[in-house]
């Protein structure tokens, strides 16, 4: 059976662009070859980088990224890939006019429409998913790879499905490494997930030792994977998963707030984080860019809270935030 596979190369900045565009028109399964990804991980850029990497991702390291999409050979399907064109020519000239602001460079976004012969389309991308060591002890695993646990790990089983979150992304590992830092007893901490996608933060929050965690997720499609990763790791009675929109509706107070959202939805959440953590709480955000960096942290110090850290990792970063104590004089 014939499919259209449509590639956009772009640069890194512009495959976060792309994707974005993409999942505006219903498109939530992609694959993306970022060289840069592979250098990071071949200079051993982390201790515990994957144990596993197969040649043909070594190829070419100075080869220009892409992000491909796979669509039926049909009138609709076609349809639908002259339209992405035109969306992401549109792109390219809204960056080209400025109106993303003079350091954005989203390169050439170049897109290409290819006619493919492969019935295994929509699971190509899962030679690019083998297990990785994110943090000290959590280690994420996709449920088609083996992997021999070694003394002190914990084992994450995901099937990301229609849903982001496979530990690899930077903004991801930051949430975990930062979740494990601020764990220091796991079984007493409740935590809130907020906008949970697969369910890969609520469930390490669960191997971690919480005995009561909330995942928060609004599309319905991502609360069902994010359900079936709970099952496939054993941790219902920990862990329940939820439809909502960020933390409306939502009567739960937590230890720990963990949020992997985009900037703009950071900065909406926070007033509302304050109201939902104990006082001596956390509240771990990332998804945001490090040219928003400055103006996230702003917002959070603003909804009450005094920043902690802001780990970076490549173009991105994490903020760890506390409520800010009061503060009573002598006469009050």
């Known amino acids: 059976m014939k499919y259209l596979e449509l590639k956009v190369h772009a640069s890194r900045q512009g495959i976060e662009m792309v994707t974005e565009l993409f999942l505006k ?3 939530d399964q992609v694959m993306i070859d970022d060289p840069a990804d592979m250098e990071d991980i071949l200079n051993k850029k982390h201790e515990y ?4 990497i197969d040649d043909s991702l070594k190829q070419r390291p100075d080869r220009e990224p892409t992000i ?42 170049y897109a290409e429409d290819i006619l493919v012969n492969d019935e295994d389309w929509k699971d190509k991308w899962k030679e690019n998913f083998k297990p990785v060591k994110v ?59 907020v906008g949970c996608g697969s369910g890969i933060l609520s469930i390490a929050a669960a191997l971690l030792g919480s005995k009561e965690v ?20 054993g941790v219902e009675e920990a862990v329940c998963i939820r439809q909502g929109d960020l933390t ?22 926070s007033p509302s984080a304050k109201k939902h953590l104990q006082k001596d709480g956390v509240f771990i955000s990332s ?13 959070v110090r603003k909804a009450g809270f005094e920043i902690l850290e802001i780990p970076e990792d490549g173009e991105w970063c994490a903020i760890a935030a ?3 104590k009061k503060l009573f004089g002598i006469f009050g």
């Open 68 to 109: 491909s999409a796979y669509f039926e050979d049909s009138e609709e399907g076609r349809a639908l890939v002259q339209h992405l064109k035109l969306d992401i020519m549109k792109l390219k000239g809204e960056e080209q006019y400025g109106e993303y602001g003079s350091e954005a460079d989203f390169g050439r976004l």
């Open 25 to 27: 028109n219903g498109i």
């Open 214 to 233: 909330l995942g928060i997720e609004i599309d319905e499609d991502a609360v069902e994977v994010a359900k079936e990763n709970v099952s496939l790791n």
């Open 287 to 299: 998804g945001i860019l490090l040219e928003k960096k400055e103006q996230v942290a702003e917002a």
């Open 135 to 193: 943090t000290d002890r959590l280690v994420v695993k996709p449920t088609w790879e083996e992997y021999d646990a070694k003394a002190g790990e914990l084992i994450l089983q995901i099937d990301p499905g229609m849903a982001f979150g496979t530990g690899t992304h930077e903004t991801t590992s930051l949430c975990m490494k930062l979740l494990e830092k601020y764990m220091q007893d796991g079984a007493g901490q409740k935590i809130l997930d």
């Open 49 to 52: 980088d994957w144990d596993y």
């Open 322 to 324: 506390r409520p800010k």
């Open 248 to 269: 409306k509706g939502i009567d739960f107070r937590a230890d720990i707030i963990v949020a992997n959202l985009m900037h703009n939805l950071v900065i909406e959440l």
